[in-house]
């Protein structure tokens, strides 16, 4: 099963290549998971040798480092994003924040889709009022925005990047565990999954086997979309103090900074904006370009 | 009598997924705070309390006591209106979210009506020239408006339409120089049409733009996507090669018979659509020191005050459940094919 897989994953990169939107989608993110793949362990060894600046090897200015001669530079071939009040390189401390957006974006999606399989699988092979009561909860996780109910969340358990990270999965597994529900509903009617009934194969193991492999396809364009939806909703929190990684810049949190120095120093929070704008765009044209293509709707 | 079930089934399940939130939200909090002096501990917003105060809290919200008689408590206190007291505004909790968020409906609501227009608009012109320049365009644009962060559209829109085009004001509710009518409904804007304080009601409308259609660009793209792909489907369908037959000219069939039946299921967005909006306002509020509920939270979240944001979620809470009823009923009175179903 595996083999059909890897499949259907070539078939789709072949056909995101030869899509000018999804081609776009592709490159944005993956200069931006690999730079943040790379920046990240960077940091970390830096962190592990207490050498901060190893850290910035590549960037082009020590991303922390204070010079209020240079405060408030406007974009320039020396600094091409400006410098922020402290005389801080924007652009460098952009590159040095990416990382962090990365991480969380890859960890809530992951742990939403595990979650949200387990219990969506469970409540749909279980069915009655097991089913019924995990879809009220669901519902009810649904009818708020995810924005305010994290924000409720991360204020109460401490406002720090690990605690914002856990009240992002809190409440992004609902729509993957009605996902997975859907999923086993689809199935449980089929006359191969039926005919598991005669053989010994526990069909509460069949359907976590069978499910994971075979959901593999839209999974994965729905995260791609969803990854964008988390940086997107994290930055947010960040520009309103949430969740800050301590010792770091993060995108958000630069752009809240950067409001003081308007209108004059306008790049100082307009840059950050931008950059999540694109890395944003970039996963929405990957999600949306590989739905069409698992859709079948390759051509509009 | 159909309607009246239809109605009365609604409003059940209204209540119930209200109810389950407020389960939700206590269950975390336990997770969070599993001991009675962790929670008095964030019931005073401050993690070093003397322990007889720490004592004095536990008794007087009964932290002690079991999980669902704490949950049935708040619901009891929240049927009576009670929230709470709040530490910092020295008030009753409703009455000082009820201050902050008539000013964000005010906002929120003329914004999403507004989003709701320019998505149908924005997605019938994109669905009747499908595949043409102006379709890509439009994807284009809603593609970029849903991946813009609240605060990067609200900066931009501040920077060239009131710093550098000088139209509108950058930031505030309403002149600081004048004074804000009294009170006779909860919403300044009606108590200064009602008192007809026309400079007052010019001053806070022009200030309400700028954050209005920030709220609207942030999510009218939803109602874009769906406002084409219903119309592409429907532009398929009998009745509307059926309209084309017997004659009719093929704008009238696209923007009269296609998009007005292609609007009905818009209808069921609108509660999400608020949603959005509300959630953006937070920031967007921030950003133009627009002083709503936006306002309130953050200044909750800088405090780090407890009781505030429990009312607050709350409080949008309903005010979501509400416009999703509006939502589901409306949708049932243009649609009666929903009601029998």
Sequence with gaps: ?300 | MDTIIFIIRRLINALFTLFLLIVIIFVLIHIIAPTPEALARIYASSPHVPPQALQAIIQKYGLNKPLYIQILTYIWNLLHGNLGFDPYYKAPELSVIMRFLPITLELVIPATILAVVLGILTGAIAAANRNKPIDYIVRGVYLATWAAPPFFVAIILQLIIAYYLHLLPPYGLFNPSLTAPKDITPFPLINGIITGDWPFVISMIRHMVLPMITLAIISFGIVTRITRATMIDYMESDFARLSIMKGLPRRRVVYGVVLRNASIPIVTLIALLFGYSVAGAVVVEEIFQYEGMGYFITQAIFNLDYIAILGTTIIIGISIIIANLVADLLYGLLDPRVRLS
Excluded: C
């Excluded at chain 1, 999974?219 to 990854?227: G, M, P, R």
């Design chain 1, 1 to 300: 099963m595996s083999e059909v897989t890897t499949g259907g994953l070539k078939y789709m990169l072949k056909m995101l290549i030869r899509d000018k939107a999804g081609l776009l989608g592709l490159i944005i993110v993956s200069l931006f998971l690999g730079w943040s793949f790379v920046e990240g362990m960077l940091e970390i060894i830096a962190a592990h040798l207490r050498k901060p600046s190893l850290g910035w090897v590549l960037l082009p200015y020590d991303p922390l480092k204070i010079n209020l001669a240079l405060s408030l530079k406007p974009p320039s071939l020396a600094h091409i994003m400006g410098t922020n009040l402290e005389g801080q390189d924007i652009f460098s401390r952009i590159l040095y924040a990416m990382p962090w957006d990365a991480f969380i974006a890859v960890v809530v999606v992951f742990s939403a889709i595990i979650i949200g399989a387990l219990l969506g699988i469970f409540a749909g092979w279980a069915g009655g009022w097991v089913d019924e009561l995990l879809m009220r909860i669901t519902d009810a996780f649904l009818t708020l925005p995810a924005l305010i109910l994290v924000i409720a969340i991360s204020v109460l358990l401490g406002p720090t990047y690990q605690n914002t990270i856990f009240g992002l999965i809190a409440v992004w597994w609902p729509t993957y565990a009605r996902f997975y529900r859907a999923q086993v509903l689809r199935l449980k009617g089929m006359d191969f999954v039926q005919a598991t009934r005669l053989s010994r194969v526990s069909r509460f193991k069949f359907y976590y086997k069978y499910l994971f492999l075979n959901s593999i396809d839209p999974i994965i364009a729905y995260a791609a979309l969803d990854f964008g939806n988390v940086i997107l909703t994290y930055a947010t929190l960040a520009f309103l103090g949430i969740g800050k990684p301590v010792g770091y810049p993060e995108l958000g949190a630069m752009a809240s900074d950067g409001l003081s120095a308007l209108p004059s120093g306008w790049w100082w929070p307009v840059f950050p904006g931008l950059t999540i704008l694109v890395i944003v765009v970039g996963f929405v044209l990957l999600g949306d370009r590989l739905q069409d293509i698992i859709a079948g709707r390759v051509t509009y």
